[in-house]
């Protein structure tokens, strides 16, 4: 379980300068929001920005803030003009959910999150992208105790290769889905369908491994990794990228073949590329090619445009993908579909 789950927005401290001519308010922002419980950080950006992105650009903290960087229930946050630009002050305030008198928790894991961390959570540290020469090379169930079909938490299954590692524990998945670049027809790298996590009982090879939790049955043929670290400190600011960025939807956790908000969907772009989590992209409907009906001339086909479909935030990047999130979808979103970085 992850012990440690800090998705906070990066505000931008006073040294950034404002980018006033590429900010657009919302048309019915409030002059001030008093921070809830529950809230989180794009959708407060959403009440007072068009494009919820553009929140660094405004920030400003005021002097007895300490840490500028984290936001919290009762905080409130004030629209201010300078210089004819808008400015969004924030003062600390007492907790928003409680009126009696407290000592206040203004630890990071108690920020509001950028988004709601349920949605990401289970993605940040289990499934993960594995490269062919990992999913060759890592050490494998041969055996599991008693000839077992099914095995789950507290049964005993046996490993080849883990003699090859110091570690204790090791994860243990299964290859999935081959991840292709639908342009270049390269491959990316493999899903890694997370199973569960084993403990070493008994070096030698095979190893004896007790199988400590299972999120489902471990079978003979999938690979073991070194057990991750389950502390996640993450801080992040949804922004556009530094540089532009194009790309397709390769994949969509779950399966299903029309993509709307909230759904967790793969690129084929990663850190090789300059993706950080946090960037911030421009979803396009891949235009149709269809048969011009009209035109004289036989066979002909003609491809329509590309119409934009959404918003997606990357919240986590591996080499050659990433995984982000569809915060906000106008029309049904499909694989191959287009991804550039949002306009400014």
């Not at 900010?23 to 001030?32: D, K």
């Not at 029309?258 to 235009?287: C, M, P």
């Amino acid at each position: 379980m992850i012990r440690r789950l800090c998705l906070s927005l990066l505000l931008l401290t006073l040294s950034f300068p404002l980018i006033a001519n590429n900010v657009e308010l919302n048309p019915n922002h409030p002059e001030r929001y008093v921070v809830q419980k529950g809230d989180t950080l794009w959708d407060i950006s959403g009440k007072f920005l068009k494009h919820p992105w553009h929140w660094p650009d405004i920030w400003s903290a005021n002097p007895q803030v300490e840490n500028p960087h984290l936001i919290y229930p009762g905080d409130e946050l004030t629209l201010v003009w300078r210089d004819g630009r808008p400015v969004l002050e924030l003062s600390r305030g007492l907790p928003a959910y409680r009126m009696s008198p407290q000592v206040r928790d203004i630890t990071p894991e108690a920020a509001i999150p950028a988004i709601p961390l349920s949605l990401i959570g289970p993605f940040l540290s289990k499934p993960r992208v594995v490269g062919e020469e990992l999913v060759e090379l890592a050490p494998y169930v041969v055996a599991t105790a008693d000839e077992r079909i099914v095995t789950g938490a507290g049964d005993t299954i046996y490993a080849r290769g883990t003699d090859a590692y110091d570690s204790e524990m090791f994860s243990i998945f299964r290859p999935g889905d081959a991840y292709k670049d639908p342009d270049t027809g390269e491959l990316l790298g493999y899903e890694a369908i997370y199973a569960g996590e084993g403990a070493v009982t008994r070096a030698g090879d095979p190893s004896t491994l007790q199988l400590v939790k299972t999120t489902r049955e471990v079978m003979v043929g999938d690979r073991l990794l070194e057990a991750d670290d389950d502390s996640f400190d993450l801080t992040f600011f949804p922004r556009r990228p530094e540089q532009d960025i194009s790309g397709s939807i390769i994949s969509v956790v779950d399966g299903v073949s029309q993509i709307g908000q909230y759904q967790i969907i793969v690129l084929n772009r990663g850190a090789r590329e300059g993706l950080e989590t946090g960037h911030v992209f421009s979803v396009y409907k891949r235009g149709e090619t269809i048969r011009d009906t009209v035109s004289q001339e036989r066979n002909a086909m003609v491809t329509l445009p590309e119409e934009h479909a959404g918003i997606a935030m990357v919240f986590r990047v591996f080499e050659k993908v990433s995984y982000a999130i569809v915060m906000k979808a106008s029309t049904a979103i499909n694989i191959h579909d287009t991804i550039r970085s949002v306009d400014l």
